[in-house]
């Protein structure tokens, strides 16, 4: 290149004009860089399937754990390219192996980071040929498949439907998905022994101030569940010999767990670690007797966000050395989904010994989590399998701290319910950044033990423990407790006080009667339902104490409706304002006519309440904290008052069924009741990350709760959700259906069918399907149920033509018709959603400016329910209702019902009066 008159020029070309020809290479370079089919990197099988996010992706699990085992997760069958299961699962195992990462065929055409394609690879090379012939099968199993199809439809067009192209892409997505690394295969054929010797084993050298409270309820658990209890309190124990030998103790001390554990794994079978900073609740269940001693048992750190877990997941698997040969747990997609157990709680057998045997030959180094990266890292390295025990058995300070602290201001205000929160429920607290651990321990276990509304372990297992002597046995200790929390808070921080005794009735298993036999009426019938006498109370096997928020009277209210029940104790409970009384009294009109009288009519105002007490005897009453004055109901805070009363309802024994005014009862739905501890209508709405989840959620409009401890402690948790949420968000309007599933599915859910439910676009999921989707909560165990959409029916046809046949001619109607028809016959309620009842037309349910805080008590919507109601046949009440309930006639409720009842059952049209 050299400069002449013209300007620079190279081989005697001037340079601007090679300059676009540069500007075009550039452009191919970039092109072949994006575009170009290259070998990716390391591909992760570390994705966690839709219904396992919250578990540890890494480590599925065997179908025949437990029936009551506390978090064990799914197993998850790996298919190969040949169909068989053990295909993929030496697939994932090769790590082990002579296999490297980079002899893992291309999947895609997608270039990942740090990965080049070299050469005429692409195209000629064993990869190129490799490509060629999964092109190759895939066409032959498309055309199979193909013809397949084209055979079923061919055969009934009427009864086989195309998938819709969302559908098949989930399905495209399930197939191409990585899969999950099986853990525990090694252990498979490992014979857990019937009595194993069992230790309970805690580490607490130095001057350790507050371990003199801790070991208290310690000793306790390990009195009570058979083990012996040992405390390494000096660095003379033989526990610690190989440390001393290997003068670890220059190094990081936060190591010095590893060599102990090793000792007591080779003289126990069965080992629960302890953190000496861990509160054990009196009511702890035998954790020996619930995860299996091929797993490792210890808790996830599930208050902490991904990001959190990712990092520390980064941290051990450089550490270790395990980015190469695990990609299933080190690639940079498995990192985003890798959970950290935390290692202060951990039940480790001897059959995990290999993750300790060689722990003098591993790299001791970290800054923050060492032994606990170190155990995480070892448990991917061995494919051990992590029975997650749930957060109530590892309930952090900061969360004890959140929930136990207030402002006098918020005290005096609706305070969140202490009885409701996770500390009620947590089996095990670490004291970690607590501050002054002696006294704040002494406080809790203390409070645990008089006032039973902390630390209560609810719905995990019966206590055999003595108070007294545990209190006996505590150190006498004085202090402020406010004091030495509040320090460094504001002015006006306090500890919320002990709510008293009454918690702890709510907390113990009930002894519960057998439910009576049921007699079951016919489908379809629709008989005229006479009014019996009222039954008498002494039928109700309930003896419920009152509260504040069940007094005497509303507690009699409710017994009364549960002694019409099937089995006398289930009540259904309907609420409303005066401005909902026309669907309320309709509501109850067709629940009378198809002989359903256990219900009760919650008024949440005091012009509704005044209406029901020109009845004696009313199924109803008057909401009691609104009675009480303690709470004034609006849009805002409705439904969170609503799920509150149910609460207190369901913890004095009886079972619950909320049901939405417009969920118009067809028959009882006893039937549907009769398998399931939470059972609920089937919805395709929010909330989304549930549904995205699950394939569907639970309604709130039509749901069922037993009263058990376990769904006790469940709900409550949806309790504290709402609370707490509009303690952050004063204006959020409560919504008891985003809490109700997330609190469900932070049980972790075990579902019997591996599969999601379908999408709300397969019309026989809407119309013909009638198989309920069944799973169980693992931490407070609970058979969920989430039923068939055609028996309780969200989703209903708009008719045209109302309860009048439309012509043959309008098929588009006809089909209609035949549907409604359908569902009249088979559904056993219809909780129908007329779109003509939105206040907001031009825009869609859901969206700003017409979401639930613009519908819920819009005039235009409730106008718009009962206009449909009519149209449709689902309306019960004579014209003249309204003026006969001012001044009634009789003082007898159903009486009067009676005599305001059209004559119509459903789906019939009102006689024409012309």
Known sequence: ??????????????????????????????????????????VSSGMIPPQQARAPQFLPTDKGSRPWALGTLQQVTHQSPSGSAE??????????????????????????????????QGKKGKWGKKRRDLRKEKRRDDEAERHSDEHVVGKDDAQQEVKPAAERKMEHAAKQAPPAPVCGKALQTFKCTDKPHKAVVTLSVGTRAHFAVIRVPMQAYADRVGAEFHVVNSMAHPSLKDWNHNQFDAKNSHFIKLPMLKWFLHRFQQVLFLDDDVLISPNAPNLFEQVACQKVGAVVEAYHAQGWHTMHARSLCEIYQLRGSFPESCSPAALKRQRIFNSGLMLLSDVHRPLLDKWDEERLECRILCDQLYLNAMLRKHKVCLQDLGTAFNLPGTQVRKQLMMSTKEAASDALEIMDSPLAQACAVHLTVLPSKPHTSHYLLKRALEHHDVMQCAGTGESSHDDLTMLKLLPDLSYDINKIWCQGMAADCIVIAPSGGAARSALEVQS?????????????RH????????????????????SAELPASALTAVQRAAAYSWDMRTVILIFATKDFMDLAINWAQAARVMKILNF????????LGEILARFDEAPGLLLPRVASGAVWIDKLNVIGERQRFGLRVLEAGFNVLFADLDAIILKSPEPLLRDGDIIGERIWGRPLSVVKKWGAAICTGFY?????????????RTHFLIAEKRKRQKKWQASDQWAINHAVDDQVVEWEKEEIMKP???????????TSHVGFTKLHRSKFVVLPHVYVARSCPILKYGTTKPPADDKSEMKKWTIWQFLLRTSYVLHCFPPDAMPCPKLKHGEKGCDKSIIMGSAVHIHGEVVFDKRQ?????????????????????????RSQHNGLRPGQSPPDKS
Request: with cysteine.
């Open 1 to 42: 290149m050299q400069s002449s008159p013209m300007g620079w020029t190279c081989l005697g070309v001037p340079l601007r004009r090679l300059l676009p020809a540069f500007d075009v290479l550039l452009v191919l370079i970039i092109a072949y860089y994006v575009l170009a089919p290259v070998r990716p990197g390391p």
């Open 512 to 524: 519960l009667p057998k439910p009576l036999p049921t007699k079951v009426e016919p489908e379809g």
């Open 873 to 897: 046949g689902l309306w019960f009440m004579a014209d003249d209702w309204e003026t006969s309930i001012a001044k009634p006639s009789t003082r007898d409720f159903f009486l009067w019902l």
């Open 87 to 120: 295909g993929m699962a030496g697939r994932t195992l090769a790590a082990t192996s002579n296999t490297s990462a980079a002899d893992v065929p291309p999947q895609g055409k997608h270039r990942m980071k740090g990965t080049r394609h070299k050469g005429k």
């Open 704 to 716: 069922f709760i037993r009263s058990t401890p376990q769904t006790i402690s469940i709900f409550r």
């Open 600 to 607: 009760v009519l919650v008024a949440m105002d005091r012009k």
């Open 760 to 770: 709300i676009t397969d019309s026989t999921t809407k119309f013909h399907d009638n």
């Open 527 to 546: 008989e005229s339902a006479e009014v019996s006498a009222a039954p008498s109370l002494s039928r109700a096997p309930i003896n419920a104490t009152p």
